[in-house]
């Protein structure tokens, strides 16, 4: 399958496919709409300037690696020193080409993920003056219509009680505004403490806030650029918003299957995050999922600095076969194979054929369909 010029400048991007503003309305604008047939979720990441937020979101959707992101400052002040603006203490604004005035304490970012469902990203500034802005002036704005919450603690902060604060204020304005949010907290930076730490002060951590999170519900991960934890988190929030998943695994186990599989694991094709999978046989590694998330977004990156594009790659020794290859138009699938009696072109042929029936799958409104074929 050949990709275009422009598909694989989105792809290196990890945009997914382009959706432009109309002519006057910056990018990420509110000021213009997706269109009708996409399905789109609110998610906000929060926390503390410094706590991490934007060299994970830049990991995860925009291709860098975790050496690089530190050249990355604070989200908002990153932005305003590279452009003409004018500044006060409390505010950072600029004037666009008609003369409105825009506000830079959220960055707004459209992804589209798996075909029509676009994640609509607010990257909130972590700055105190920023983060009271919200709970009072802009608090109706922010906090309407979430769909999910990740707020981003510094395990290392040192006000840790400025950060649960913010954080039960955060809860309160979603629990008047979304009560139907879905609410994750990432303890970032865990490299940091020391290895024999970790599970103990995560734990400690994580009933903190699951006790201060009440009535809500959260989900709390522990995560660090530099391992496969990331990846974990945001697999797990990402699969929380995809609107037919149920469906999506059934198939996908129903295919497993068929093609006497040990196991099929389903990527989305810009992140790479794993949406769904189906295991016929244990294995043995809890983390494999991630590991291969973090390990092929590598060698495409790797792929890309060479003006090549990555599309398959069959990995096999005495005790199993793995097939990676392209499966929808937002989609890579993984296939483990260890009957060593079953041709590799069988399992591609069998992946080829599976393909038409998974991109209908994607479509939101589409109708129940289940993979029957023998």
Known sequence: MEESDSEKKMEKENLGPRMDPPVGEPEGSLGW?????????????????????????????????????RRLGATILDRLHSLQINSSLSTYSLVDS?????????EHSHVRFLGNLVLNLWDCGGQDTFMEN????????????????????DVESR????????????????????PDAKIFCLVHKMDLVQEDQRDLIFKEREEDLKRLSRPL????????????????????????????????????RNFAEIIEADEVLLFERATFLVISHYQCKEQRDAHRFEKISNIIKQFKL????????????????????????????NTYVMVV?????????????????????????EKVDGPKQCLLMR
């Open 98 to 106: 008609v003369g409105n005035t825009k506000t830079f304490d959220v």
């Open 134 to 153: 919200y709970f009072t002036s802009q608090r109706d704005n922010i906090f309407r219509n979430v769909e999910v919450l990740i707020y981003v603690f």
């Open 33 to 69: 709409v997706l269109p009708n047939t996409t399905m789109k979720k609110k998610v906000l990441l929060m926390g503390k300037s410094g706590s991490g937020k934007t060299s994970m979101r830049s990991i995860i959707f925009a291709n860098y690696i975790a050496r690089d992101t």
């Open 159 to 178: 006000e840790l009680e400025k950060d649960m604060h913010y954080y039960q204020s955060c809860l309160e304005a979603i629990l008047q505004n979304s």
């Open 217 to 252: 519900e959260c989900s709390c991960f522990r995560t660090s650029i530099w391992d496969e934890t990331l990846y974990k988190a945001w697999s797990s929030i990402v699969y929380q918003l995809i609107p037919n998943v149920q469906q999506l695994e059934m198939n996908l």
């Open 337 to 361: 194979m260890s009957d060593p009696s079953i041709p590799s072109a069988a399992t591609l042929i069998n992946i080829r054929n599976a393909r038409k029936h998974f991109e209908k799958l």
């Open 302 to 329: 790797s792929c890309s600095k060479l003006a090549a594009s990555f599309q398959s790659m069959e990995v096999r020794n005495s005790n199993f076969a793995a097939f990676i290859d392209i499966f929808t138009s």
